[in-house]
């Protein structure tokens, strides 16, 4: 199959404008868009808002990290003690955890999307 291309008419070819200027660009104000109407910001949330909000919009999973952490460190203790039973037992016990904790990602993530939006 050979492919030719074909002259395109001039009422065929797409047709660029540009649009009118006025003034310089002032990053400080939004841009005017027709039909939207924006809203007043919101304050920046800082690190310690934002991980409030998340812990209480999902406490599981910071609770299912500690308890990942705390029996990894267990676990470490154990290992460096010549403990091979209990630090095998902690290591599962972490998958475990681990576990917990991607189960409770997953739920809150189900849970955000079923929430109403307003």
């Known amino acids: 199959?050979?492919?030719?291309?074909t002259p395109v008419e001039q009422s065929q070819a797409?047709?660029?404008?540009?649009?009118?200027?006025?003034?310089?660009?002032?990053?400080?104000?939004p841009p005017i868009i027709a039909g939207f109407t924006p809203t007043?910001?919101?304050?920046?949330?800082?690190?310690?808002d934002k991980f409030m909000r998340k812990v209480n919009e999902n406490p599981l999973v910071p609770l299912g990290c500690l308890c990942t952490a705390g029996v990894l460190t267990y676990g470490l203790i154990?290992?460096?003690?010549?403990?091979?039973?209990?630090s095998q037992l902690l290591m599962?016990?972490?998958i475990l955890?681990?576990?917990?904790t991607v189960?409770?990602?997953?739920?809150?993530?189900?849970?955000t999307a079923m929430k109403p939006r307003h």
């Open 92 to 94: 599962r016990a972490r």
């Open 40 to 48: 007043a910001r919101l304050k920046e949330e800082d690190f310690k």
């Open 14 to 29: 797409p047709e660029f404008r540009s649009m009118p200027v006025s003034g310089a660009f002032d990053a400080s104000r």
């Open 103 to 111: 189960g409770a990602i997953l739920i809150g993530v189900v849970a």
């Open 97 to 100: 955890a681990q576990g917990f």
């Open 1 to 5: 199959v050979i492919m030719t291309a």
């Open 78 to 86: 154990a290992f460096k003690q010549g403990k091979t039973r209990q």
